[in-house]
Every structure is written in C-alpha cells, then in structure tokens.
C-alpha cells in the first residue's frame, strides 16, 4: 500500500519560509511523478508545483519563492516556501502519480498579514 505522509505546515508571518515534506512508502518518489496542490478555504484545489523525472514546474504566482526537490535516499519530497504571503494560506497536500494517484493527508499552511 502506497502512502504519502506531509508534515511541515504551520503559522508564520508573511515574508517568512516553510519547508514542507513528504514522506512515501511503498512506492519511490525517484520513479514517480510528484506534486504539490493547495486548497484555500472557499476554493477548488489548484496545482502549486510537479516534478517530473529531472523537470520541475511551478505555478506563476510562486516560481522565485517557492522550490520543489527530492531526497532520493529518505523517499521523500519537499516544498522549500520562501517569502510567504497571506495568499498562499491552503492546506498543501502531495502527490504521487498524478491527479489519480496517491494523495497525501495534506497540511495547513497559515500566512499571517
């Protein structure tokens, strides 16, 4: 059984950084693709960045800020966020395979004004 497990959320001021891990089990972030989506209260999940084989993209309101990469010995991908802002307040959750893969529990993610 596959399982993504996120950890790393919390309550920061705007301006202030997050890193955001994801732990894989059963299956190897090295041969699959990654993702990172966030879902704002109110508002559809959005796609925030993916990582496919060596190409890594991001959505236009985080690239500069936010930066994706993998730890191939730990099974494990994470989410570097640097200055934060009040809009990237959403619950972040990974995943594994693609839109119907494998999702993590996700994670909260709180940007103070």
């Known amino acids: 059984q596959v399982q993504l497990v996120e950890s790393g959320g919390g309550l920061v001021q705007a301006g202030g950084s997050l890193r955001l891990s994801c732990a894989a089990s059963?299956?190897?972030?090295?041969?699959?693709?990654m993702g990172w989506y966030r879902q704002a209260p109110g508002k559809r999940q959005e796609w925030v960045a993916s990582?496919?084989?060596?190409?890594?993209n991001y959505k236009d309101s985080v690239k500069g800020r936010f930066t994706l990469t993998r730890d191939h010995a730990k099974n494990t991908v994470y989410l570097q966020m640097n200055n934060l802002k009040p809009e990237d307040t959403a619950v972040y959750s990974c995943?594994?395979?693609?839109?119907?893969?494998?999702w993590g529990q996700g994670t909260q993610v709180t940007v103070s004004s």
């Open positions: 995943n594994l395979g693609g839109p119907f893969g494998v």
């Open positions: 990582l496919s084989g060596a190409v890594t």
């Open positions: 059963g299956s190897s972030v090295s041969t699959n693709n």
